[in-house]
T-cell receptor
């Protein structure tokens, strides 16, 4: 089946630094990918929609200048957390549609756990 | 997406059927019912989805009431590896496809 992979699976960084998380569709092309965030003991919250070749669209309350999204190819979207702070520590998860219609299964990555010290 | 309501937790004995209910009384006619599950510290995994008819796949069955205001996910023979948080989501697809609204879900614990 279709696979979505994220890298790194976990990262620890110092406050003020930037961290890049990659989301790859391994065996299909994805014109659209989605980025979610999950804080401990909470549910997933959609952050933004990543569109190949165009700007990402962000959900209300998500700072686009802080969470930079680039979707330069049909198999790769990146999320960069700029000037990270401890409150950005979270589990970041991406998802993608394999293109089999717009009502079917979405494939999620394994998630990337960010800890900001 | 229509709001969905699920019990916060459920228990099930290994080998028995797990029946997870979901209420979606305000669901629109074009919204599908999706079920995903999340095992601890992993990304969500698709289980099944349906619109009006009952659906079955290798993982589970989905029973949707005739008025579509509620549904039940059935894991026919639960195993310990089915312990996870189960999310019931209503989504219309189209322009909102992929923008899933996750509620708190049901924590299913399968015990020996």
């Amino acid at each position: 089946g279709a696979v979505v992979s994220q890298h790194p699976s976990w990262v620890i960084c110092k406050s003020g630094t930037s961290v890049k998380i990659e989301c790859r569709s391994l065996d299909f092309q994805a014109t659209t990918m989605f980025w979610y965030r999950q804080f401990p003991k909470q549910s997933l919250m959609l952050m933004a929609t990543s569109n190949e070749g165009s700007k990402a669209t962000y959900e209300q309350g998500v700072e686009k200048d802080k969470f930079l999204i680039n979707h330069a190819s049909l198999t790769l979207s990146t999320l960069t957390v700029t000037s990270a702070h401890p409150e950005d520590s979270s589990f970041y998860i991406c998802s993608a549609n394999s293109g089999g219609g717009n009502t079917g299964e979405l494939f999620f990555g394994e998630g990337s756990r960010l800890t900001v010290l | 997406d229509a709001k969905t309501t699920q019990p916060p937790s459920m228990d099930c004995a290994e080998g028995r059927a797990a029946n997870l209910p979901c209420n979606h009384s305000t669901i629109s006619g074009n919204e599908y019912v999706y079920w995903y599950r999340q095992i601890h510290s992993q990304g969500p995994q698709y289980i099944i989805h349906g619109l009006k008819n009952n659906e079955t796949n290798e993982m589970a069955s989905l029973i949707i009431t005739e008025d579509r205001k509620s549904s039940t996910l059935i894991l026919p023979h639960a195993t310990l590896r089915d312990t996870a948080v189960y999310y019931c989501i209503a989504n219309a697809g189209g322009t909102s496809y992929g923008k899933l609204t996750f509620g708190q879900g049901t924590i299913l614990t399968v015990h020996p």
